[in-house]
């Protein structure tokens, strides 16, 4: 059928040559273009293609189950197209002739009955998928629209210009799909609220690097952002500005909306019963009235857990976020409780001695977490939890995703190995706190950690569904979160979604300086690796 | 005069507590508002006026040497007003009556007979301003326009919004000058590119805060980005792009111009003999050729100090660099020079040989300086140098400025007594290497650092100039420049401008993170200090 035969020019190039002390040999040139992150299995051909953007189509295969109604696709096509011709002024016809060095269409096909499209990604969905570039036309073949997705920026990132700058593709076989299947950025929009337009363009630039859960970390201490329509006191009283600094109900929609296009689950975090103090100054008798010696003394601690107001109060806000989110999953924080203010509180005391609790407040802090968990399951979601929840001996629902955050390499690790052993799924975080920086190439040690390094069975490690990169608000709001999170956020991506064996640092910078170059030209603020330029540099100051 | 008198409500609150350990406080709230740099004499009353952006003007007094014709002032005037009234769209007039409680109009006086409207700024320009805001109106008195520049953005940072958003000012009294004659920031345009942009940004940033010096580290290994009239050929081969990745001579103007028009030096720096790979692309035998055994092994060294033919390019080079940048200095580098390729080259060695130089290569490296240095001096052009040329004992004139930049605290403040102690003049930059970035509020260690606090007489303290706040370019581009750079080089700004006791960080961080939000509003990407927030956060995303 192809014009030409293609003669074994398919290379199939190996990983696996790691590097793993020094900065990244910035001269060598990796042989997967600007691919990132890699795919799992990647055949080049040496003969490459024109392609015009007048007149290439991205359109559905005729056996496709997503038809014209697939607003999903349709968005998905335009956005590529956008991005992969960005000067494209002409419109797009064929003259009917049929050039055999010439790519004229992109089909795509999503072959299982149920394309998925206007639903919400989960944790279980199915993102592969195969591209196939042949003469004058690709394939993109994948089970569910989530695996089209992650095709079409493949896709997109196997265009390259000639010295002309004429574009062009090579001929390419891929078989891809996601090493981990919760691949996570957290953004804290306490600390410093975000700008609608600041969470969009990140989650842009998270598609660009196959993620797929924004882990909202939504309110904390600081600020209460979040607009309840059952409590509107909690952001009146407890966000920066009540009109200004708030997220609406539309806002959050658009937001998950958004997110859903491009494949990205949204995970809220209502952090509790620490990190609540800005809760309080909506919602009276929330939080525990610290005391002074025999009197109150003014400040609140923790959420008050032997009111029964309390679990009112818990019951009606997670029934809304229930209904607002359509995750499955809720995060409910449970870190960092500070225990000083329940000491001082003589009515806790009662409430512990009542309770057999003795002088361990943690386990006060379980039959808060109890009660909560409780709560939030007769919504029919499933949560997520920091790690002291589980290291405190909570009980939890057999499918908890536990999220690890602490310590040093030695300790998350011993801690993945505990949690697994005990059947618990879970994820990793701790050397992924993209708010801590440092001076020079850091993205490198991002990169060399793994979920996977610690010492279990395979069906241990069967229970580690991925990782999060976090970034923490205390120094980041939206003058510096792009630049800060992109590219290095990308090695993390490129850790979860890559095979194991993709660890050569010197690769993977040639690959990801051209990557956060596209990212530049897709107008994602996106800093430098090193010394070097972008053909188009950025110019959105 | 006045509808009422100002009954003794004026209060001198004295600056001095400091504390050198630990995060600021951020609950201290400071009595100057958010001035920034502090000025160094200031009195406010608790009355204030009103002040409406459709009737305030700004303009000349009668008394004043700078008349309509000084577009500089002018100029200024426009840019403060727009700062101060940003939504203003109602046309001046004012009805006649004036309100007792209302601020009407700001007389600018420049008060001696040479206002230097026309001139370019120089290290020993007047910045001196006196300012008073008094019932119906306020007075700027400064000897020269650059004075009434800082005047100028002092008084804009006096407007405070009360809880209806209407703009009020307090009576003030304002006596200021500048510690340091030299606060400079320096940007490197060679590692990576800077667009025009960018660099405008940063120099409007540089006005609010009161930097006086733009040194501009032009060109450098990476590439050269400087395109010369005599030579175009360097930034044809050495720059990353021949037309995207250079500045034009009108590029050079523009900037300067902009420069100018706040106030602002612009110092270039051509740094020989090391750091110059880009140049050796476009310049024929200007490096030297390294050797492998007895063959030249491809690769390039240091200008080659031993031909004839370097000092004749270096001639015309700098003729052509005189005339472009008008300010009476040039910045030659000098530092960080590597032997290894002299050490190789045969022909290197036989003119130590017959030079009597021994084993000495930094007598080689004295020797082409000191044959630069007379380059630069027939241009009429004072020099600035890395303080390695000091170390090595290279000839300096007496009028030389000496950079320091390298070493621990201990070991820049020796060398700091030691250049003095030699009657030379000096300026840091060590503990104000901005593009070192660490987690958290590392503007307070930049804050502490005093160009001062070395062992040495009074007269030894007079010859050193201020300091500059670097930026390199390895981690740095148009993507991350502003938000690291801005509000990190303000604590340098301050430490340059104001008083040597104002060291009291807990009420620099009070007045710094308003100010910061006022730079945001202003339109520059200046990053937050800590968890907090700004009535508009950035949206330039």
Not at 82 to 90: G, H, I
Request: net charge negative; proline share 6%; aromatic share 12%.
């Amino acid at each position: 059928m192809l014009p030409f035969a293609i003669v074994s020019l398919l290379v199939t190039v190996s990983q696996g040559c790691s590097r793993h002390s020094g900065a990244p040999d910035t001269a060598v040139e990796s042989s997967y273009g600007s691919l990132w992150p890699l795919p799992q299995k990647v055949r080049f051909s040496s003969l490459s293609l024109k392609i015009r953007g007048s007149s290439f189509q991205i359109r559905d295969a005729d056996e496709s189950s997503a038809g014209p109604s697939c607003s999903l696709l349709k968005n998905a096509y335009r956005r590529y197209y956008e991005y992969m011709f960005p000067n494209e002024r002409t419109k797009g016809h064929t003259n009917g002739f049929a050039d055999p060095a010439e790519l004229s269409q992109l089909l795509v096909w999503i072959t299982s009955s149920d394309s998925e499209c206007d639903g919400y990604p989960v944790v279980t969905s199915d993102e592969s998928y195969e591209l196939s570039v042949n003469q004058t036309y690709a394939v993109l073949k994948a089970p569910k629209v989530w695996g089209a997705l992650r095709g079409l920026e493949t896709f997109s990132q196997l265009l390259h210009e000639d010295e002309y700058g004429a574009k062009n593709i090579n001929l390419t076989e891929i078989s891809d799909f996601p090493r981990f299947q919760h691949r996570g950025v957290l953004l804290d929009t306490s600390r410093h609220f975000l700008p609608i337009k600041v969470i969009l363009a990140n989650l842009e630039a998270m598609a660009m690097n196959k993620f797929n859960v924004f882990h909202w970390h939504i309110v904390d201490d600081p600020s209460f952002p979040y607009l309840s329509r059952t409590f509107p006191q909690l952001s009146q009283m407890g966000a920066y500005h009540p009109y200004t600094h708030v997220y609406t109900p539309a806002d959050v929609r658009m937001i998950i909306e958004f997110a859903r296009l491009r494949g990205i689950r949204v995970v809220p975090e209502f952090d509790t019963p620490g990190h609540t103090q800005s809760w309080g100054k909506g919602q009276k008798d929330l939080l525990t009235p610290c005391y002074s010696g025999p009197t109150p003394s003014g400040t609140f601690g923790p959420v008050n857990p032997i009111l029964n107001t309390t679990y009112d109060f818990m019951n009606l806000l997670f029934k809304e976020i229930s209904a607002v989110f359509p995750d499955p999953y809720v995060h409910l924080g449970g870190d960092e409780v500070d225990f000083e203010c329940w000491k001082s509180n003589p009515d806790i005391t009662k409430f512990m001695e009542q309770h057999s609790f003795g002088e361990d407040y943690s386990k006060l802090e379980s039959f808060y977490i109890q009660k909560l968990l409780d709560i939030v399951t007769s919504t029919q979601k499933g949560y997520m939890i920091w790690q002291e929840v589980y290291d405190n001996g909570v009980k939890l629902k057999p499918d908890t995703l536990i999220h690890v955050w602490k310590g040093t390499q030695q300790q998350y690790q011993n801690e993945m190995a505990k949690i697994t052993l005990s059947g618990y799924k879970t994820f990793l975080s701790t050397p992924w706190y993209l708010n801590r920086i440092s001076y020079g190439q850091d993205w490198t040690s991002l990169y060399r950690a793994d979920p996977h390094n610690f010492t279990g069975t395979d069906d241990q490690k069967k229970l580690v569904i991925g990782g999060e990169a976090c970034m923490w608000g205390e120094y980041v709001d939206s003058t510096n979160l792009m630049p800060r999170m992109w590219p290095r956020a990308s090695a993390v991506g490129e850790r979860l979604w890559s095979a194991k064996d993709v660890t050569d640092v010197n690769d993977a910078y040639s690959r990801l300086a051209k990557h956060r170059c596209r990212m530049v030209e897709r107008g994602i603020q996106a800093q430098s690796l090193f010394s070097s330029f972008c053909r188009h540099e950025y110019k959105g100051i």
